[in-house]
């Protein structure tokens, strides 16, 4: 690859994947997002004088744009969706919008365009449903059972990634990730919530019993597993990308009290979510197989480091917070960069 297209690129993932992919390989990298609330530009400052990386200020639904973003990149590592399941609870539609329609225009972009000849769609495990205590991690394999909204249309985005490789024999790869967690998550998410909420000696609130099982995978593993799977995936296949690594929430929350010398007393216990997963866990012996890939950081190490990242960027976060990070594209971007009407 010279030259690929990341959509998202400013939300937690994407930029910990951009600035992973221009630390470790020679190309170019276009990023498009449209600053939604979850995207922040700031998370990208250390790198916006690159000159092997051009911002563009968009959507993935702008059909114009995403053709002429396709005609000009091999690749397209496709991440820009609306992600966290409690808003699309609250409000299903905006996540069809751009989980299904975006991710479809810009698969016709892309294959239409000549040019890409890879196409790396980013999904989530949370299309599988739900484990059982006793039920074996999720395979490639198996079902898809969302049960959110967020989720479904996510396996819906899925299935179309499917349909444009066995239709057009377009050359797109579909991986699942398991719960990331790392520097730049957007604080609504569980593990920096914890870690902001008591830093301030707030209560940290828990989904009811807090024994819904997760897998967590470090944010710059799963980065790792996507540049196997860009370099050395085979087209239509689907891989988990999961850290092995099942925790409770509970512990989790347990273990960021333990690391900032809080007492346990700042939990509380809050009404369940509608339709709360139980358990996930992702067998990734399949990308292990095929590319090499396997998760890297031991949770207890990265959880400590994600902790400690946090506890010295208070800044980035109380920006967050407050919505001032909003600001940081008009005075930085927009006055130079190329932006889309």
Not at 144 to 151: E, F, M, T
Not at 179 to 197: A, V, W
Request: hydrophobic share 40%; charged share 25%.
């Amino acid at each position: 690859m010279e030259r690929i297209l990341v959509t998202g690129g400013c939300g937690f993932i994407g930029s910990n994947f951009i600035r992973f992919i221009l630390a470790e390989r020679d190309w170019e990298v276009v990023n498009l997002d449209a600053l939604t609330y979850a995207g922040n530009a700031e998370n990208l400052a250390d790198i916006q004088e690159d000159r092997r990386y051009e911002f563009v200020h968009g959507r993935v639904e702008d059909q114009d744009l995403a053709a002429d973003l396709c005609r000009r990149v091999e690749a397209v590592v496709h991440f820009a969706a609306e992600t966290h399941v409690d808003r699309s609870i609250l409000a299903a539609a905006p996540f069809v919008t751009s989980n299904v329609q975006g991710t479809q225009i810009l698969l016709d972009a892309a294959r239409k365009s000549g040019a890409v000849r890879r196409f790396v769609h980013v999904s989530t495990d949370e299309v599988y449903g739900s484990l059982e205590p006793e039920d074996p991690p999720f395979l490639e394999s198996g079902p898809l059972l969302p049960n959110s909204p967020y989720a479904a249309s996510k396996a819906a985005s899925d299935l179309m990634v499917r349909a444009a490789w066995k239709t057009y024999g377009f050359p797109a790869i579909i991986t699942r990730c398991s719960n990331n967690y790392g520097p730049y998550q957007f604080p609504e998410k569980l593990i920096p919530l914890m870690i902001i909420s008591a830093l301030a000696d707030r209560p940290l609130p828990v989904y009811g019993d807090g024994r819904n099982v997760r897998d967590w995978i470090h944010v710059l593993d799963h980065c790792a597993g996507l540049l196997a799977v860009l370099e050395r995936g085979r087209d239509g296949e689907v891989y988990n990308l999961g850290g092995e690594c099942e925790q409770t929430n509970l512990a989790v929350v347990r273990m960021i009290l333990r690391a900032l010398d809080k007492p346990d007393s700042l939990i509380r216990f809050v009404e369940d979510r509608p339709g709360h997963d139980r358990r996930y866990a992702m067998d990734v012996s399949k990308v292990r197989r095929v590319t090499g890939w396997g998760p890297a950081t031991p949770f207890e190490k990265g959880l400590g480091e994600t902790v400690a990242w946090y506890a010295s960027h208070r800044p980035w976060w109380e920006r967050v917070m407050s919505g001032a990070y909003r600001r940081y594209f008009d005075s930085n971007y927009r006055a130079r960069l190329r932006c889309s009407p």
